[in-house]
T-cell receptor
Framework: DSGVTQTPKHLITATGQRVTLRCSPRSGDLSVYWYQQSLDQGLQFLIHYYNGEERAKGNILERFSAQQFPDLHSELNLSSLELGDSALYFC?????????????FGPGTRLTVL | AQKITQTQPGMFVQEKEAVTLDCTYDTSDPSYGLFWYKQPSSGEMIFLIYQGSYDQQNATEGRYSLNFQKARKSANLVISASQLGDSAMYFCAIVPGFGNEKLTFGTGTRLTIIP
């Protein structure tokens, strides 16, 4: 158990809908990263938050948004869903700069868009 | 930009044999970290081993060791005495600096251990 939790574990929804994925980092970790794993794109970085602020953005679609709350949990919002958004979404966390090398991954949320 | 190349899409290895999974990388960052993660069929990403670019010695963690050749830009994972539970996808990844940046992953190698 990495200490990172993600809910829900599975999500099935229809095209055009909106969903919210939730991530709670390890206790004390300030950084949260979101990754998308799909069959055609592999594992891709979406966005990084550090202590509530956005630090870096990857190939994140404009239909997707994220935030990190004062209690450090993070949410990834996916809207106007398309079939191609079906994927496994991971969040990962680690600690302060220079002290933590490893990113600890949550179990993932498997999103299926029908 | 950073890039990871894993050229072995799939490998079959006899149980108890050692196996080497290849990883080459490309980066212009003066310091960086290299990771290996294991993803079993259940889907979770399990950290295996880390190598910093300035580490003098190759990293080892139990049955896992990292054959780091900086001049060749390679960071191969060696699993000794393979077990059936080692069957999984294995991903090599790189991060600039000390780890508080995004991970860039390779395409992975699917390892199957044959009894």
């Amino acid at each position: 158990d990495s200490g990172v939790t993600q809910t829900p574990k599975h999500l099935i929804t229809a095209t055009g809908q909106r969903v919210t994925l939730r991530c709670s980092p390890r206790s004390g970790d300030l950084s949260v990263y979101w990754y998308q794993q799909s069959l055609d794109q592999g594992l891709q970085f979406l966005i990084h938050y550090y202590n509530g602020e956005e630090r870096a953005k990857g190939n994140i679609l404009e239909r997707f948004s994220a935030q990190q709350f004062p209690d450090l949990h993070s949410e990834l919002n996916l809207s106007s869903l398309e079939l191609g958004d079906s994927a496994l979404y991971f969040c990962a966390s680690n600690g302060d700069y220079g002290t933590d090398n490893e990113q600890f991954f949550g179990p993932g949320t498997r999103l299926t868009v029908l | 930009a950073q890039k990871i190349t894993q050229t072995q899409p799939g490998m079959f290895v006899q149980e108890k044999e050692a196996v080497t999974l290849d990883c080459t990388y490309d980066t212009s960052d003066p310091s960086y970290g290299l990771f290996w993660y294991k993803q079993p069929s259940s889907g979770e990403m399990i950290f295996l081993i880390y190598q910093g670019s300035y580490d003098q010695q190759n990293a080892t963690e139990g049955r896992y060791s990292l054959n780091f050749q900086k001049a060749r830009k390679s960071a191969n994972l060696v699993i000794s005495a393979s077990q059936l539970g080692d069957s999984a996808m294995y991903f090599c990844a790189i991060v600039p600096g000390f780890g508080n940046e995004k991970l860039t992953f390779g395409t992975g190698t699917r390892l199957t251990i044959i009894p």
